[in-house]
């Protein structure tokens, strides 16, 4: 019986998508992150919050490996990302999309071009598959089919963001990255955001590893969150268990007017 109860406990545990152990990430003298621990489970979306200066954007750029850590290590699907062999990576990254902030697309390419791009990269497609693959990702994050043939600079912030999550999900990926996805949105535009980023996850099976500092978007979004201070993860648990937590960041930012609002706002 006790035996069985352990498969049993074994079996309900969740899958650990994203594994970061142990790391160091600094510039020259400058240490962003010492000793940093942080887990993502499959099917989450795990939002990372923490203030100025704190390295979360340096924290997804270590994991998808534009940045180099100086100590540490990135396990993504169970494999360290450090040890494998160019091909391996390329294969890898197949299977995550990343939204940089305002979207980056490419200013010289139009919308349905800017979603080729990873399609171009990774595989060899017709243009009519291609154009069929643009048209379809466009329609999916919401925007109306006229957005194709237009430039970044024809869109709005907000449309802009969706071309460039429009580009991210090009390979149907199973992890997408977001970097502050809702910065600069209008409350309106910011909640419609965040809606799309919760149809999309479930409609698409996603894990969401999401950088933030809306309060909105962690208290309506995020399955998870996790708080960067000190050079590390200080917590990481659900909104009830990040609010418990005593830490005069996490009080002040946690509990403040904001967030109160926010909170209520989010119930």
């Known amino acids: 019986m006790a035996e069985a109860a352990v498969h049993s406990?074994?079996?309900?545990?969740?899958?650990?998508?994203?594994?970061?152990?142990?790391?160091?990430?600094?510039?020259?003298?400058?240490?962003?992150?010492?000793?940093?621990?942080?887990?993502?489970?499959?099917?989450?979306?795990?939002?990372?919050?923490?203030?100025?200066?704190?390295?979360?954007?340096?924290?997804l750029k270590t994991i998808i490996g534009l940045n180099k850590q100086v100590k540490g290590t990135v396990e993504i699907w169970g494999r360290d990302q450090a040890s494998l062999k160019p091909a391996e990576l390329q294969r890898e990254r197949r299977r995550w999309g990343v939204l940089f902030q305002d979207g980056a697309l490419f200013s010289s390419l139009t919308v349905a071009q800017n979603i080729q791009?990873?399609?171009?990269?990774?595989?060899?497609?017709?243009?009519?598959?291609?154009?069929?693959?643009?048209?379809?990702?466009?329609?999916l994050v919401g925007l109306s089919p006229d957005a194709g043939p237009k430039f970044?600079?024809?869109l709005s912030g907000g449309m802009r963001k969706r071309a460039g999550l429009a580009r991210a999900l090009a390979l149907d990926p199973e992890i997408l990255f977001l970097d502050e996805p809702t910065a600069g949105l209008d409350p309106i535009g910011a909640a419609a955001f965040d809606d799309l980023i919760?149809?999309?996850?479930?409609?698409?099976?996603?894990?969401?590893?999401?950088?933030?500092?809306?309060?909105?978007?962690?208290?309506?979004?995020?399955d998870r969150v996790a708080v960067l201070a000190e050079r590390r993860v200080l917590v990481a648990g659900t909104m009830a268990e990040v609010l418990d937590f005593d830490h005069p960041w996490v009080n002040e930012y946690f509990h403040g007017p904001r967030a109160r609002a926010a909170k209520l706002h989010g119930t």
Request: net charge negative.
């Open 9 to 59: 406990r074994e079996a309900a545990a969740p899958e650990v998508v994203i594994r970061v152990s142990g790391l160091r990430t600094q510039f020259g003298f400058n240490i962003v992150h010492q000793d940093l621990d942080l887990d993502v489970y499959r099917g989450e979306i795990v939002g990372v919050v923490g203030g100025s200066g704190t390295g979360k954007s340096v924290l």
């Open 198 to 222: 919760v149809q999309l996850k479930e409609a698409m099976n996603l894990t969401v590893f999401l950088v933030t500092h809306d309060l909105d978007t962690l208290h309506t979004v995020c």
């Open 117 to 139: 791009v990873p399609l171009r990269e990774h595989f060899n497609l017709s243009q009519g598959l291609m154009d069929e693959i643009a048209g379809f990702k466009i329609s």
């Open 152 to 154: 970044p600079s024809d």
